[in-house]
């Protein structure tokens, strides 16, 4: 007899190592920031690079001290993990399992599929409309064996956001025994005040997600964190291993989280060069949701001239991402990156339309 995974292992696909282009040059493909991170961060790793001998510390608490200080929020509420992705899975297997449906939307970000699949669950999706979640719709959608609802705000693929008064008023009309998870993994791009939101990790029922790979241009360090209550975070702390993240990726961590200042800078340089990048799409007649994120969704007329958008691109060596894993075959999402690609993705897809017209 062959040695089996588990029947849901099996049923599960392998993340693709999709055609990114190579792991070695950057690409518009994965929301990456078109910055690197602050230099105070890049000298704190340098200097946490010499003491490698030891385990990190299990506890994260200067990082922990220094999200709490950047964020006003209470210290003990916080959990850390390698990248925000660790806490969504931890977070899912410990408050899902078989039976139990982990309820996304359309166009939540879809990973959350993975970890509901490993533990048994059925990862059920809510209807958006319009690329923006309807809270009526995500409510419609609950059901009795429904134990998880997973949110992004802003959300990927489609950059838009949901209002903090949509927010609580969900959360107010979930079933008690329902964890209500917002992952905020773009949140600094967001304008609207985080504190309403922060707020509902207190109730017990609630957890909300950030990220440092986005605003803070820390993806390679992989550091995610959020807002846990006590009851909460002792389960999930149970489905985390113990020294995940690194010495070096928490100093550089607690470092780029000091240094407010570069992190908005940077919010801001992206922000502009993606608000001319999306105006100059739409001017070229393209489909655009508003984002509040590093990326944009391009909505195209079909599916081939998505397909045709994507292969135009890559002749210029622009990888940008196919978005068929969210049935949106139509689309395709670009991460924004440093002004002069950007210019050149333009150019190329104001030259697509131009032809389409004629
Ligand atoms: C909505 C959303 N959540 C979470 C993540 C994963 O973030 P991390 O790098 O912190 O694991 C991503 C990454 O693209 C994302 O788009």
Redesign the pocket.
């Known amino acids: 007899m062959p040695v089996k995974a588990t029947t849901h292992v099996q049923a599960m696909s392998a993340f693709a190592l999709a055609n990114f282009g190579g792991f070695d040059r950057p690409t518009l493909a994965?929301?990456e920031s078109a910055f690197p991170p602050s230099p105070k961060a890049i000298e704190a790793g340098r200097v946490a690079v010499a003491g490698s001998h030891l385990y990190p510390d299990p506890d994260w608490t200067l990082l922990r001290d220094a999200i709490a200080r950047s964020y006003g929020i209470e210290r003990d509420l916080i959990l850390c993990g390698a990248?925000?992705?660790?806490l969504?899975a931890c977070t899912i297997a410990a408050f899902a399992g078989p039976g139990a449906d982990v309820l996304g939307t359309d166009y939540a970000?879809n990973?959350a599929a993975s970890p509901a699949a490993r533990v048994g669950a059925t990862y059920a999706k809510a209807q958006e409309r319009g690329f923006e979640v309807s809270i009526d719709a995500v409510l419609a959608a609950v059901t009795s064996a429904t134990r998880i609802v997973f949110v992004?705000n802003p959300?990927?693929p489609t950059g838009t956001r949901i209002k903090n008064a949509e927010l609580l008023r969900l959360r107010a009309a979930l079933p008690g025994d329902v964890l209500l998870m917002v992952?905020q993994?773009?949140g600094e791009f967001d304008d609207q005040d985080p504190q309403a939101v922060f707020a509902l990790a207190g109730r017990g029922d609630t957890v909300i997600?950030r990220?440092?790979?986005?605003a803070y241009g820390l993806?390679g360090a992989?550091?995610?964190w959020g807002l846990f209550a006590p009851r909460i975070a002792a389960e999930v702390r149970k489905m985390q291993n113990s020294n995940q993240v690194s010495t070096v990726s928490l100093a550089m961590a607690a470092a780029a989280l000091e240094d407010q200042a570069y992190m908005r800078a940077i919010v801001t340089r992206t922000a502009d060069i993606r608000d001319r990048f999306a105006q100059g799409l739409r001017a070229a007649g393209y489909e655009v949701p508003e984002s509040r994120t590093n990326f944009v969704l391009i909505r195209f007329a079909d599916a081939a001239a998505a397909a045709a958008a994507d292969s135009a691109l890559r002749g210029v060596d622009i990888i940008v991402r196919g978005l068929s894993g969210y049935g949106l075959t139509d689309c395709l999402r670009i991460t924004i990156g440093p002004q002069e690609v950007m210019d050149r993705a333009l150019r190329i897809l104001g030259a697509l339309r131009d032809r389409q017209c004629w």
């Open positions: 994965q929301n990248g925000s992705m660790e969504i970000y990973f992004c959300g990927n992952d993994a773009y997600l990220s440092l790979s986005k993806a992989r550091i995610g």
